[in-house]
C-alpha cells in the first residue's frame, strides 16, 4: 500500500468522527441543538443504545479471535498510565489542582470515540474487542478516579461501598455480563429482537458525538493554561506512546495493536468533567482538559494510525 492510500485509509477512519464533533460545535453555536437536548440524549446513549450495542456486540462476537492477555495488558497498561500521571502531579502540579489533574491526564473516552474509532477501522472485530475493552476500562477508570479525586478533596471523601456499587450498576457494565449470560445459556435470539437492538444501537455514535461537540468549550483555558497542557501532552503524547510501545514490546501485532492504541490514544473522558464537579475538584481544570485532548486528537490519532498501517 502506498503512502497516499494508506493515507487515504488513515483519514477515511479519522475524519468522519471528528466531522460529527465538529457538527455537534457548529449545530450548538447555530441553536439547533442546546443543553437540554444534550442533557435528554447523553441520558439515552449511556442508559439504552450504548448498552444495547455492546450486548448485541458481545452477544454476536467470535471470542475465540480475541487475545485474552490483550485486556490483561490493557488493565496493566491503564494502571500504570495512572501512576505515571500521578507522579508527574505530585511533582509539578498544585495540591488543590491534582485530581482533576490525574483524571484528566489517564481517563480516555474509549467507551465512545475508542469505539467509534475501533468499529471505523476494524469494523465487527473492533466493535467486539471494543466491547469487552470497555468492560475492563469502566471499573478501573471509576474505581482509579475516585480514589485521586478523594484523596485531594477530604471533605468530601466517598466510601468503597459508594464506589463498587456505582460499578455494579454501570448499565455498560451490566450489558456486557448480560450478554455472557445469554451465550451461556445458549439461548437463541429472535430475529425481529436482533434487527430492532440494531437499529436502536445505530443511535450510540452519532448522538454521543453530536452531544460530545456540543459541550466543547476552551472557555475554562484562560485559568488553567500550564496545567491544561501539561495533563493534556500526558494523555494524548507521552502515555499512549509508552502504552504502545510496551505492547509492542509484549509481542502485540497487527490489529491488537491498533486497538490498545485507538483506546489509549482516545481525548479525555467527557465524565470527567463530571465526577469532577460533583467531588469538589477543578471542575474547570477538568473541562479544559477535556476540550483540548478532543482538539488535539485530530492530529494525534489520524497520524499515528497513519503511523501504525504503514508499519504493517
Known amino acids: 500500500m502506498s503512502l497516499l492510500e494508506t493515507l487515504a485509509r488513515t483519514l477515511d477512519v479519522t475524519l468522519p468522527i471528528f466531522s460529527m464533533l465538529m457538527l455537534g460545535v457548529v449545530l450548538k453555536r447555530w441553536r439547533w441543538i442546546d443543553r437540554a437536548f444534550i442533557d435528554t440524549a447523553s441520558a439515552l446513549v449511556f442508559r439504552g443504545a450504548m448498552p444495547v450495542m455492546i450486548f448485541l456486540n458481545t452477544l454476536e462476537a467470535d471470542l475465540s479471535t480475541i487475545e485474552p492477555w490483550l485486556l490483561v495488558y490493557f488493565a496493566i497498561a491503564t494502571l500504570a498510565t495512572f501512576l505515571l500521571a500521578w507522579l508527574w502531579a505530585l511533582r509539578w502540579v498544585e495540591r488543590a489542582d491534582r485530581g482533576a489533574f490525574v483524571q484528566g ?106 452531544c460530545i461537540g456540543g459541550t466543547l468549550s476552551l472557555a475554562a483555558f484562560r485559568d488553567t493554561g500550564r496545567a491544561t497542557i501539561e495533563a493534556s501532552l500526558l494523555k494524548m503524547v507521552w502515555l499512549p506512546l509508552l502504552s504502545i510501545l510496551g505492547a509492542w514490546a509484549c509481542g502485540f501485532r497487527g490489529a491488537e495493536l491498533g486497538m490498545l492504541f485507538l483506546y489509549f490514544a482516545s481525548p479525555s473522558a467527557a465524565a470527567g468533567f463530571i465526577m469532577a464537579q460533583s467531588m469538589g475538584a477543578n471542575a474547570r481544570l477538568a473541562a479544559s482538559v477535556i476540550a483540548l485532548t478532543t482538539l488535539i486528537s485530530v492530529v494525534t490519532i489520524t497520524f499515528g494510525l497513519f503511523v501504525i498501517q504503514l508499519v504493517g
Open 105 to 210: 491526564a489517564f481517563r480516555g473516552n474509549g467507551a465512545i470515540l475508542g469505539l467509534a474509532f475501533a468499529g471505523g477501522m476494524y469494523g465487527s472485530y473492533g466493535l467486539s474487542v471494543g466491547a469487552l475493552l470497555i468492560a475492563t476500562l469502566i471499573p478501573l477508570y471509576n474505581a482509579l478516579s475516585v480514589l485521586v479525586l478523594s484523596l485531594y478533596r477530604p471533605q468530601r471523601q466517598v466510601s468503597v461501598g459508594s464506589i463498587l456499587l456505582g460499578m455494579a450498576k454501570n448499565p455498560l457494565i451490566l450489558s456486557v455480563f448480560a450478554a455472557f449470560c445469554w451465550r451461556s445459556l445458549g439461548l437463541p435470539m429472535p430475529s425481529w429482537v436482533s434487527t430492532t437492538g440494531h437499529y436502536f444501537a445505530s443511535l450510540t455514535l452519532p448522538l454521543a458525538l453530536l
